[in-house]
């Protein structure tokens, strides 16, 4: 177990030293600000907040709580769902709000350097003008560098791949204060450890990102979305499992259950029905390939008994949809003004979601509990979203929480998909890894010896 110093007003001096006095801030308003993210978990307030500006300060201020022993917690925007960016050790905590510039971008590499704290929403703004994308979208304005330490995914991941496999260099600051780089910018990579994807991931744990460089695609020609409401949640996935299975490729494949269809009916004036749904998009360079496509999946649809299908080519209409879908989550937040929500998010083979899906279904009905199911479906990928108001009502979520995470490790699946596994996920990491979590420890005590970086994260405790 390792022990920490506090932040001293010595330590609070040598940080305006390092990083200039308006980065560095003990005002308890930043420092509440700072507490928690977007997820169930309850808050703790760093003793500091600071906002380096570049990476040398981000190394230097690592070498001074290294040698001092003092947690630093990374920060983004705090749009994680498993705590991952709450300081539950105090200490420093580090924002990257300041350090979100485009570095450069290199368009005839199909490739941009960013620092850590820029929107992915921003950049793809940016990149819009060059008719470039970032793909990885988890709907919030993210930042890149809390993507590539959660290795965030989302509706695209379908077709494009999540953080991890849209990024080829990055630098990384290190616990002692060394700045190295990982990766490089060739695309084809086959030099020595692959340190770049042990960072990714690591959620903070082992260095901090100062710097990366992305992966781009161009934005595609023809895009088209479709709207496929069916009889039964289970028809749904079993259509997931026909689409991925048929090499139609997707962009985007993704389930709502009928609460939420009803939701968003309400909310967005969005044409949908109160019925499992399911939104795909699809993406093409000529039109007749993308009429082709809908074709295939229109067929596909109608032998799982759809009830009703809508294929869009309109911007406006495709837009409207993936808004209202981008939006299901504070939508479903507004509509229950005297709860708190708890999701949850596990991972299966395709070809086991439709088991998943059918479990989730028994052991909610089995205890009573109101859930709602919102999924990355062609990935495979479930949300469960568990409204609670009480004590009993959230033991009950958490149990159940269990009861899935168990069943998709059993199903050859993981404990998170996508948000990682931050506070509440550690607990399942024996279970999902055995003997290679042992190995994950060394790794971190070999980088990290003196535990400082995002102390309580990862690792189960106690
Ligand atoms: C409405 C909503 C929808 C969402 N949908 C999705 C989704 O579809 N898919 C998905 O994957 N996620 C989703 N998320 C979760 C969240 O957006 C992602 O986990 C995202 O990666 C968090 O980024 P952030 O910038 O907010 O980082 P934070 O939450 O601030 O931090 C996340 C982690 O990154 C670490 N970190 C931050 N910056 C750095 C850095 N520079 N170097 C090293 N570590 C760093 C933090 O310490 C923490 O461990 C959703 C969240 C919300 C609120």
């Not at 199909?110 to 850590?116: A, E, N, S």
């Not at 048929?246 to 969005?270: N, Y």
């Not at 490790?409 to 990682?420: D, Q």
Request: net charge negative; aromatic share 6%.
């Amino acid at each position: 177990m390792n022990s920490y110093s506090p932040v001293t007003p010595e330590i609070v001096e040598a940080l305006r030293g390092l990083l200039g006095a308006d980065a560095v801030s003990v005002a308890q308003a930043e420092i509440e600000l700072h507490a928690r993210d977007q997820s169930h978990h309850a808050a703790h307030a760093a003793e500091v907040v600071i906002y380096p500006t570049t990476a040398q300060g981000v190394a230097d201020v690592l070498k001074l709580a290294n040698e001092r022993r003092i947690p630093v917690t990374p920060w983004g925007v705090g749009t994680g769902l498993e705590g991952n960016s709450i300081p539950v050790c105090g200490g420093i905590l580090m924002s990257f709000e300041r350090m979100n510039k485009i570095v450069a971008l290199h368009a005839d590499d199909f490739q941009v350097t960013v620092q850590p704290g820029i929107g992915h929403k921003d950049l793809n703004a940016e990149l819009a003008r060059f008719g470039l994308f970032f793909p990885p979208d988890p709907g919030a304005n993210a930042t890149v560098g809390g993507m590539l330490a959660n290795n965030a995914a989302g509706i695209r991941t379908v077709k494009y791949g999540a953080s991890k496999d849209n990024v080829l260099r990055m630098q990384v600051a290190l616990a002692d204060g060394r700045l190295i780089t990982v990766g490089s910018r060739s695309i084809k990579q086959a030099s020595g450890y692959d340190l770049l994807h042990l960072i990714v991931g690591s959620e903070g744990t082992l260095g901090i990102i100062t710097e990366a460089t992305l992966k781009l695609v161009p934005v595609p020609e023809h895009m088209s979305a479709v709207v496929a409401h069916f009889p039964t949640v289970e028809a749904a996935v079993q259509t997931v499992v026909a689409v991925r299975g048929s090499g139609l490729d997707p962009a985007a494949l993704e389930f709502i259950d009928a609460t939420h269809a009803k939701m968003l009916r309400e909310a967005e004036g969005v044409d949908l029905k109160d019925y499992p749904t399911l939104f795909m998009e699809f993406h093409a360079a000529l039109p007749a390939t993308l009429e082709t496509g809908l074709e295939a999946v229109r067929e596909i649809c109608a032998e799982m008994g759809v009830i009703d299908f809508r294929a869009t080519t309109d911007p406006g209409e495709r837009k409207r949809i993936w808004h209202a879908r981008h939006h299901s989550y504070e939508i479903m937040v507004r509509s229950h003004p005297d709860q708190q929500f708890f999701i949850m998010d596990v991972a299966v083979p395709i070809s086991a979601y439709p088991e998943l899906i059918a479990f989730v279904g028994e052991v909610t009905r089995r205890d009573g509990a109101t859930a709602y199911m919102i999924g990355h479906a062609g990935d495979g990928n479930v949300h469960v979203e568990f409204p609670y108001a009480s004590p009993e009502s959230f033991e009950r979520s958490m149990r159940l929480n269990g009861e899935i995470v168990m069943k998709a490790l059993a199903l050859g699946g993981t404990a998170t998909g996508e948000h990682g596994v931050g506070i509440g996920k550690a607990k399942y990491m024996p279970y999902e890894h055995g003997a290679a979590l042992d190995v994950m420890r060394v790794i971190k005590d070999s980088l990290d010896p003196n535990g400082i970086l995002n102390p309580g994260k990862i690792f189960p405790t106690g």
